[in-house]
């Protein structure tokens, strides 16, 4: 069964980093890239970006660029985002998914992690 | 950056209601348009791409329509299970963009 699996929530201090990740497993993942999305409380859904784990690749939103870094461990097969400069406007709950890779419009995100909770207090 | 608006941002139905939400993007992105949708503490779940291509497993009530900029979600007949919130997405080009959401609730 495809399937990611995210981190514990996390509650950061202004100014820190949070680093979370996603462990893919069901072997389907070598085709896709990976995309982090995160929702603020009681908000909509915001992209960050996305990044291809044959290549290394990656695609940030543009209000992301410079704060944001996506990895991925290939023996772990875990997807990491780590977010710096944390404010408390990045309170939220971060979300891993995963998109067909290779085609610059494509079609859905069709498997999402439980998502993950960052607060940032201080 | 595509500007995705969303309407209604929330409606109340009765179960057996047909329901229709619609999304407009802000320039023509073909069929490159998906729905999810998402109830609370859970992650979204895809329900429709490419415009009007349900996903498996995803009940028949449940269908989409539309092509360039305008879109729409339609449930033909409410379960008590479809009150949720609802997205439309645009996947035409980065960075994705989503509407803001349609919460449809129990009238």
């Known amino acids: 069964q495809v399937q990611l699996v995210q981190s514990g929530a996390e509650v950061q201090r202004p100014g820190a980093s949070v680093k979370v990740f996603c462990k893919a497993s069901?072997?389907?993942?070598?085709?896709?890239?990976i995309d982090w999305v995160r929702q603020a409380p009681g908000q909509g859904l915001e992209w960050m970006g996305w990044m291809n784990p044959k290549t290394g690749i990656s695609d940030y939103a543009q209000q992301f660029q410079g704060r944001v870094t996506m990895t991925w461990d290939t023996p772990s097969s875990t997807a990491y985002m780590q977010l710096s400069s944390l404010r408390s406007e990045d309170t939220a709950v971060y979300f891993c998914t995963r998109h067909l890779a290779g085609t610059t419009s494509f079609y859905g995100l069709d498997v999402w992690g439980q998502g993950t909770t960052v607060t940032v207090s201080s | 950056d595509i500007q995705v608006t969303q309407f209604p941002s929330s409606l109340s139905a009765s179960v057996g209601d047909r329901v229709t939400i619609t999304c407009r993007a802000s320039q023509t992105i073909r069929d490159y348009f998906n729905w999810y949708q998402q109830k609370p503490g859970q992650a979204p779940k895809l329900l429709i791409s490419?415009?009007?291509k349900l996903q498996t497993g995803v009940p028949s009530r449940f269908s989409g329509s539309g092509f360039g900029t305008d879109f729409t979600l339609t449930i033909s007949s409410l379960q008590p299970e479809d009150f949720a919130t609802y997205f439309c997405?645009?996947?035409?080009?980065?960075?994705?963009?989503f509407g803001g959401g349609t919460k449809v609730e129990i009238k």
């Open positions: 069901g072997n389907t993942f070598s085709s896709f890239d």
């Open positions: 997405q645009q996947s035409f080009k980065t960075p994705l963009t």
């Open positions: 490419a415009a009007s």
